[in-house]
């Protein structure tokens, strides 16, 4: 009896358990669904966060201008890809590099690094030298603010943002020098015309005085000096009238190898008293240039000239006409092919500190120079939809490239 009493309680007692089980069970897979569905709401989130974080990121590193976050220490914490570009660095190399070693002068850096971390003032488009890894100036503009993540003190610091600025500098100066050519052409018409009417008076004057000498008086010899002078002041008015007041170009179709030879005519007498050889290389085909004539034969007129000045002893004057690709005839215009005039001399050449200024007016090193002759080439050119760039280094030469546009003819 009890032998079988003890039976029917395993069997329930198992039964219990199993009934047991399968509720523990149940109550399980229903907590599992719910932190199932919780852990796939988190999952969908921390996709999304991290989606929006590569996007950041990668306009972070995308970005044209350069990024650093230093701390308040003025150590880097953070560079992008343009800023390790700008100054030609990695990353390892830059991180916990200070700040201040980039300038290229340590008092500025000690000054405005001191403003922003401790005086946090932000700096809105400064411009300075930062130093790239090979050594060189970099000129560098860049704006900073304050930044701070969270509540935690570690997460301070500041925020950099820079951009190389040369372009811009370039174009400044380009700006300031068309500004001043502006105001000389003003000016220099007014005088001219002003100086130009009481000259002619005068020649006329001295014309008649030179003929009531009888012949062979000494007098005559020094009337006739007078006209000559006028004769020189007015030729040298007239460049400052041209200078002035260039006259729109008259463009036709030209043959770029005759307007050369033509000028080359004019120079061969100076060039063989200079023992100066001439030599040319004209690639073939060249395209005919939709040009003024006139003018851009003063433009070659006034190259060769300061290349003959140029050599001193004997020399080399060389011209080479090709086709450029992809040139660049305006700041802002797309790059196209050009026909490339290349006039390159072996003279005296010119130092770096001045290359900068040869196009500007007046610019000479010349005891008898105007210093008119390329700043006058660089505006015809511009006129006639071309451009001017040199390449020089001081005792060894000087290379001018002239660049005039190719245009179908169509005619
Ligand atoms: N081929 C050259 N070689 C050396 N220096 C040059 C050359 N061309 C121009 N230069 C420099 O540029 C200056 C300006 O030239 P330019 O405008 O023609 O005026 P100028 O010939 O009257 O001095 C020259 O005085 C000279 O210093
Ligand atoms: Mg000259």
């Known amino acids: 009896m009890s032998e079988q009493f003890e039976k ?69 914490t953070f560079a992008n890809q343009a800023s390790l570009k700008t100054l030609g660095y990695t990353y390892d190399e830059v991180k916990s590099k200070d700040i201040k070693d980039f300038f290229v002068e340590a008092k500025e850096a000690e000054e405005v690094i001191k403003k922003i971390l401790k005086d946090h003032i932000a700096f809105e488009s400064y411009e300075t030298y930062w130093i790239s890894k090979k050594g060189e100036p970099v000129p560098i503009g860049f704006s900073t603010s304050y930044i701070k993540m969270d509540t ?44 130009r009417n009481p000259l002619a008076g005068i020649k006329t004057s001295a014309q008649v005085l030179e003929e009531s000498f009888s012949p062979g008086d000494f007098r005559s010899q020094l009337v006739s000096r007078i006209v000559k002078e006028i004769d020189r ?67 070659i007129l006034n ?49 770096d500190e001045k290359l900068e200024k040869v196009f500007n007016p007046f610019f000479t090193t010349k005891s008898d120079g105007v210093g008119l002759g390329l700043s006058i080439s660089s505006r015809l050119l511009e006129e006639n939809g071309g451009k001017i760039e040199l390449e020089s280094e001081e005792g060894t030469g000087t290379l001018f490239r002239i660049y005039l546009p190719i245009i179908a003819n169509t005619i």
Request: net charge neutral; with cysteine.
């Open 303 to 351: 190259v060769f000239l300061n290349a003959v000045e140029a050599i001193t002893n004997g020399g080399e004057i060389h011209v080479k006409i090709s086709i450029a690709k992809h040139v660049k005839l305006k700041e802002d215009s797309a790059p196209s092919d050009a026909v490339c005039i290349g006039i390159a001399d072996d003279g005296v050449g010119i130092p």
């Open 233 to 299: 002041s007015n030729e040298l008015l007239k460049k400052f009238f041209n200078f002035a007041k260039p006259s729109k170009p008259k463009q036709e179709f030209q043959n770029i190898e005759m307007i050369i030879d033509g000028v080359y005519l004019l120079l061969a007498s100076r060039l063989r008293k200079k023992n100066i050889l001439f030599k040319t290389d004209f690639a073939e085909s060249i395209p005919q240039v939709y040009i003024d004539s006139s003018q851009i034969e003063q433009v």
């Open 152 to 195: 935690r003190e570690d997460s301070e610091g500041v925020l950099f943002l820079f951009r190389n600025i040369t372009q811009v500098n370039n174009l400044r100066r380009q700006i300031e020098r068309m500004d001043r050519l502006a105001t000389l052409g003003e000016l220099s018409a007014g005088i001219a015309h002003e100086i």
């Open 8 to 76: 029917k309680k395993q069997t329930a007692m198992r039964l219990r358990k199993l009934v047991d089980d399968r509720e523990s069970l149940n109550a399980r897979i229903q907590v599992d669904s719910a932190y199932k569905e919780k852990y796939e709401l988190l999952l969908k989130r921390y996709q999304e966060i991290e989606k929006v974080y590569d996007f950041q990121k990668s306009i972070i590193q995308k970005m044209g201008s350069g990024l650093f976050t230093i701390d308040m220490n003025g150590s880097i």
